[in-house]
């Protein structure tokens, strides 16, 4: 942890430095490791998923997209897999984004800011685009040299920083292609954007895409995080001592020195810690920070500094995870000799888990009892109730059908309410007398407009309830609502 | 400006801007570079946007700024584009024919849409806004109808009026029979008390109801027929049923029959084009009224 500073020791600030600060490039070095070997194989999962999922075929009859997922906007449908989603079913968002708010509280109060670490885009397509730096460039010693010799361009130099870029671009323009993917048919809107026919919103699409995933991999990099995410600001109101968090465990840390002074130092029975200073964790951070400062807001907890240090403690034969995934009560508890605890069930953790199994519940249970059929009803609210020559009384009603199945369906028309009640379509001659029967075309809505009418002999003195049922006859399903009858 | 800033936190390492609340001091840590660039671009966004489009006010106008944008225009364009794509729909509805509108359920619900905005614009400050109509004004969802309730009947009426003073519209009224001195006052009451006994309403205690049917028979058969079932021909109501449009008492059917009727139903042809008028006639023969 900090240690206070001596006012002494600092450097004075200058007063007239300018308000901004330029940016402190970091360079972060390759390095080999459990938690690397973690990270590249969540990146070559989360990019395969999302750049080669749009080509994933499902088969779901004639006329149907037969893409696994696709968000058909002109046709206001969602399509994953099995399931198809209308616009007014739009709640499975909701409950799919408060699902993943939570998870995202689960994972902060299990392990710190994993997510950022591992699986945030930002995280990951900057990960990407740092190997391909490394790979072109060379490693952190190489490609501070060359920054610093940026005024002598060799042509090797040119060539190098040119092919980075062409890379950087392809893999951005890649990006933004995958993304609108995800709107069209797939295997045609390639067609369509290699032959110069797709709609324009396309090209700007991955054009956005293209640039954003540029600028934002390629040169925002850590500074997304540190400036613009809101993320590490209310992961820091979240977290508890109970979290696991990267953690320089300076309790066997300190006092820092070479091996060799270290070992003079022991044989003279002073304490010295496993620290030698090398500073390699701080070589391969890619926010550029000293983890050994403590906490910090900076730190996405991505474990590179885990891998670095304990690959020099296994050479000078010291025991590993020097910096670990640990909390602070563990640092105390060693220092005063006691084990170190884990408690993963804690309230919070409860707390958030059953929030999860609860709407992932009742969002499985709605989508697996959804009905294909639907009836909305909507009384006329001027006039309410109409009376007629004969005496008898008619309400109207505007009904929507939702007929959300794959095929034709015929429907009939009940209506239970009044005694002996007639029942009309405006625009179907009912060729059961009494009960219209309509079709409605597969995957779709009709809005219709349905008169009922009490006979004379029967008026309801007052306004009694009415029950629709909306039957398919060819399946016998049965969809029903209840509105009002209204008596004048 | 003092020397405040020569102070410097013991814990950072940095100096502070000098401001403390309750004890908390604030770090004087210097932006990033590129959030200050961005934000000098956004100031100077601002500025050209304030020059390019209109924006600053004058004491009567604004200034119209470098390209004389202005969303009035925009709007034009936009309303223009509309009538194009809506173009083919309402030539659809201007060739249909009236009883293929109604069966075809896109022409349908089109020709409902823009019926029921028209209507809400010229027929709704008589007919009422649902069409449920008021003392004077039929309501247009039951199904008694003056001049007839089918697809054609309605049209007619829509594009001619009634005494609306077009050429082809509906001619016909209530005379005033007392008025006129065709009819003397206890014979008016008598008659009054005849035209409820058909629709089944109770008569007055003492009422000569053969008296009745005679006067009836003599002066009113020509317009409402025999036993008063009406002749949509001349307008003239049906009397026999259960609905009036002036109301059934017994004082009203008297001033009625003493000073006569005529409503006017304006003529929409010419007011309107084809289209709409006939957008509106299924409209109104969907709300259930027709016959
Ligand atoms: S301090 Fe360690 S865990 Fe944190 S960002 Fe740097 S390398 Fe990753
Ligand atoms: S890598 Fe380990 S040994 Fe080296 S400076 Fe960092 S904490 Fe110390």
Known sequence: MNKAVNPKDLTPVDDNAPLYAARKKVYPQSVSGTFRRIKWGLMAFCLGVYYFLPFVRWNRGLGAPSQAVLIDLPNSRFYFFFIELWPQEVYYFTGLLIVAAVALFLMNSVGGRIWCGYLCPQTVWTDLFYAVERFVEGDRRERMRKDKQAGSLTLKRVSEIAAKHTIWLMIAWWTGGAWVLYFSDAPTLVKDLLTFQAPMVAYAWIGILTATTYLLAGYMREQVCTYMCPWPRIQAALTDEWALNVTYRYDRGEKRTSVKKAAELRALGEQVGDCVDCYQCVAVCPTGIDIRNGPQLECIQCGLCIDACDNVMSKIGRPKRLIGYDNDINIHRRQEGKAPIYRFVRARTVVYSAIIAAVGGIMIYTLATRSLLDVNVLHDRNPLAVKLSDGSIRNAYTVRLLNKSGYDRVIAIDADGPVNPTIHVVGVDSVTPDRPMIVIPRDSTSELRLLVTAPADNNPEKSIPVRFHVTDIGLGVVASTTDNFVAP | ?291
């Open chain 2, 1 to 291: 400006m003092t020397d405040h800033h020569s102070e410097i936190d013991s814990v950072t390492g940095r100096a502070t801007t000098g401001h403390e609340w309750d004890g908390i001091k604030e770090l004087n840590t210097p932006l990033p570079r590129w959030w200050v660039i961005c934000f000098y671009l956004t100031i100077v966004w601002a500025i050209a946007y304030w020059v390019v489009y209109p924006a600053w006010p004058l004491i009567s106008s604004n200034t119209t700024g470098l390209f004389g944008y202005s969303s009035r225009a925009d709007v034009a364009v936009e309303l223009a584009n509309l009538e194009k794509i809506r173009g083919d729909k309402m030539a659809a509805l201007a060739t249909a024919s009236l009883a293929d509108i109604e069966k075809d359920p896109a022409l349908l619900a089109l020709a409902r849409a823009k019926g029921k905005t028209v209507f809400g614009d010229n027929c709704a400050p008589c007919h009422g806004s649902g069409a449920a109509g008021a003392k004077g004004f039929p309501n247009l969802n039951d199904d008694d109808w003056l001049w007839g309730g089918t697809l054609d009947q309605i049209m007619q009426t829509i594009q001619f009026g009634a005494r609306s003073g077009h050429a082809k519209t509906h001619e016909g009224q209530m005379l005033a029979f007392g008025k006129d001195g065709v009819l003397k006052p206890d014979e008016i009451v008598t008659v009054a008390n005849y035209v409820r006994s058909l629709s089944g309403l109770p008569t007055r205690n003492g009422y000569d109801a053969a008296k009745g049917e005679k006067i009836f028979a003599d002066n009113c058969v020509a317009c409402h027929g025999d036993g008063g079932k009406g002749n949509q021909e001349l307008g003239a109501p049906n009397l026999t049923d259960k609905i009036w449009l002036y109301g059934s008492d017994e004082a009203v059917l008297i001033e009625t029959i003493t000073n006569g009727r005529a409503g006017v139903m304006p003529a929409w042809e010419g007011r309107l084009d084809p289209a709409t008028i006939k957008a509106m006639a299924v409209y109104v023969h969907s709300l259930g009224g027709g016959k």
